[in-house]
């Protein structure tokens, strides 16, 4: 063979070599910052309950942990039907034994999203099968009503595919919406619509899936804008202010605050079938620097597949679900080094 051929090949294998490294790298980070340890054991289900698609996760202030989930219903993309989900949708577990204190939301959903706990103890959540909003109180009556049972829009009144919400500290309401709509909508603490901003696309204030809302100590709102890969930061009037983007915080489902003011990502990754499939958790503080990164994917426990939401709890720990074919919750703790 010719040296120069010779030369290419051995060129050409270093180069590929090389990207595939960089790539792997990109898509299997190594854990680093603080360290945070599964706790095994929790949850502790009675005989014969089992925990579907965990689509929502919050704690309450007594530490109690809600988790939302679709039981017997599995969703894979498919258009959805209004059959009702007959099971109940809503687990409490005990944030310490991991015991089942108490359980509702049967027959009321077809589609579980988003869970949120306002600092009164609501629950809000969100299905996006019905294209509706609810906020119940802790034992799973239900307070009020947005969006209207089964019709998608995008006006006032409609949402679309509706992921998540978040509470201001004045009873605001903020809806990501969703799958369908590209926006968020802005309604007062009594439900009435105030405004709503943005649409489909890549550009500053656009969206392409807002998949999860959370709101900082200083009133400021996060969109975690899945599909662009970034989180976008607005004031309460939906003004754009600035964006968190970078190859190192992935593709972010689902974003929460502690009560440090560190935020809290999901990075689910692109979960497409052609490439390395990622899933990982960060801690970023108010900064944008990331003072823990951890977790991979697979069904191993302390693994995950398809992570969709986070919580903290009242003593930081952390809590983590998943949907797709993971259908569980896992409790991690911030250990020493
Ligand atoms: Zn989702």
Redesign the pocket.
């Known amino acids: 063979m010719k040296l120069y051929l010779r030369i290419a090949i051995v060129l050409l294998i270093f180069i590929v070599g090389f990207g595939f490294v960089y790539e792997f790298k990109k898509y299997y980070p190594q854990p680093s910052g603080e360290t945070y340890q599964l706790v095994s054991n929790w949850p502790q289900f009675p005989e014969g309950v089992s925990i579907g698609q965990v689509?929502g996760v919050a704690v309450a202030s007594n530490g109690d942990v809600f988790v939302f989930h679709r039981a017997e219903r599995i969703w894979e993309g498919e258009e959805l039907g209004l059959d009702l989900i007959q099971s109940a949708t809503i687990f409490v577990l005990d944030n310490e034994t991991g015991n089942l204190i108490n359980s509702w939301g049967a027959n009321f959903f077809v589609m579980p999203?988003?869970l949120t706990i306002d600092k009164d103890d609501n629950i809000w959540l969100t299905d996006?099968g019905l294209h509706q909003v609810f906020k119940f109180d802790r034992d799973g009556n239900l307070l009020m009503t947005l969006g209207e049972r089964g019709i998608s829009g995008d006006d006032e009144y409609h949402f679309n595919m509706p992921?998540d919400v978040a509470i201001a500290s004045d009873g605001s309401i903020y809806v990501s919406d969703g799958?369908g709509n590209s926006r968020v909508a802005k309604f007062s603490a009594d439900g009435k619509y105030i405004t709503s901003w943005g649409s489909y696309g890549t550009e500053t204030g656009q969206f392409n899936t807002p998949?999860s809302i959370a709101i900082d100590s200083h009133g400021q709102i996060y969109v975690a804008d899945?599909g662009n890969a970034r989180i976008q930061i607005f004031n309460e009037n939906g003004e754009y202010l600035s964006e968190i983007k970078s190859e190192s915080i992935g593709r972010p489902?689902a974003i929460r605050f502690d009560n440090a003011g560190n935020l809290f990502l999901v990075d689910g990754g692109d979960q497409n079938q052609f490439w390395f499939e990622r899933a990982r958790i960060l801690k970023l503080d108010s900064q944008g620097n990331i003072l823990a990164s951890f977790g991979s994917y697979g069904e191993e426990t302390g693994q995950f597949i398809w992570p969709?939401t986070i919580a903290i709890g009242i003593n930081g720990e952390l809590y983590i679900g998943e949907?797709a074919t993971g259908m569980r919750i896992q409790k991690f703790i911030n250990a020493p080094n």
Do not use: K, N
Request: hydrophobic fraction near 25%.
């Open positions: 689509s999203h988003g996006v992921t799958y998949h899945r489902w969709h949907v």
